[in-house]
């Protein structure tokens, strides 16, 4: 009788959750399948009309979604490298208790807090031809001619992931510091005795115990990156020609721009497909550490 009850006050507990997800997760996601076999504008239900594969061949036959599909492949690549090597960096210089560290963990931490909207717009205007960007490379007569980082085919993606290294790298360093305590003193105290030195000490000793914490970071960090939309909107829309193009970008291009809510609906399924894909990957590996 009892089991009956805290089954019932459980389930009631546990309600507003699966309604949140059914409403907001698994019907969209759904919705997004069936809207990939359809041809509709976005706005009058009753124009959807399936046409199969159609939107599929669109789209896989399309140069810029493939252009976008491989930069947001450079961009995931390149934050989860560089975010993860940031952060340890910065969580090894924090933990180390030198002198103005509380002030460090601070300012690299404080990006975070901020919209990515912010930060686009505030990187923007620093990065602009009259930007103090170009300014001090003037002054420092690094270049006489303003350089249009955001312009450039060359660099405008690079650019937005220096930007996004900027925001999210005190992300990643506040998740490895707090790995960090975790870390047994007396595996450091009898690697120092066998003959350790620093190096060593971190590649064979906290490394290998923060391995858990450094999968499920670089797991947030790729998840994140395969989603990228607000600062690449807000920094370049995707230009110029398509050269900072990512899927996402793509994905509101054609949604939005375009009123073609079918081919939307294959990027949004890429997007989602390549996340699990990601997260199944990094639960097999962790299942083989253990």
């Not at 690299?108 to 505030?122: A, D, E, R, T, Y």
């Not at 690079?158 to 996004?164: P, V």
């Not at 047994?184 to 064979?204: C, H, T, W, Y």
Request: glycine content about 8%.
């Amino acid at each position: 009788m009892l089991s009956k009850r805290l089954g019932k006050i459980g389930f009631f507990f546990s309600l507003p959750a699966v309604l949140f997800f059914l409403l907001f997760i698994s019907i969209p996601v759904f919705f997004t399948i069936f809207l990939s076999f359809a041809s509709w504008k976005g706005f009058d239900l009753a124009h959807i009309r399936l046409i199969g594969l159609n939107n599929y061949g669109e789209m896989f036959s399309d140069k810029t979604f493939w252009l976008s599909f491989l930069h947001t492949f450079i961009f995931v690549a390149l934050t989860t490298l560089f975010l993860n090597l940031f952060g340890f960096i910065g969580a090894m210089i924090i933990d180390s208790g030198i002198r103005g560290t509380r002030f460090l963990k601070n300012a690299i931490f404080l990006p975070v807090l901020l919209s990515p909207i912010i930060i686009g717009i505030m990187w923007s205007r620093m990065l602009d031809a009259f930007g103090i960007i170009n300014k001090i490379l003037q002054s420092l007569h690094v270049t006489n001619l303003p350089i249009l980082f955001l312009g450039s085919p060359d660099i405008a993606l690079y650019t937005i992931i220096i930007a996004t290294l900027w925001q999210f790298t005190g992300y990643d360093m506040l998740l490895y510091y707090a790995g960090l305590q975790g870390v047994p003193s007396e595996l450091i105290e009898a690697a120092k005795i066998d003959g350790a030195g620093r190096f060593k000490v971190i590649f064979n000793v906290i490394i290998p115990v923060l391995s858990p914490v450094v999968a499920i970071t670089m797991m947030l960090n790729i998840i994140g990156g395969f989603k990228i939309f607000d600062i690449v909107y807000v920094m370049t829309a995707g230009g110029p020609n398509h050269h900072s193009e990512v899927l996402a970008t793509y994905l509101f291009l054609q949604a939005f721009r375009f009123n073609k809510m079918g081919p939307a609906s294959v990027i949004a399924i890429v997007i989602i497909a390549l996340s699990l894909g990601a997260s199944l990957i990094r639960m097999k590996i962790t299942r083989q550490d253990t």
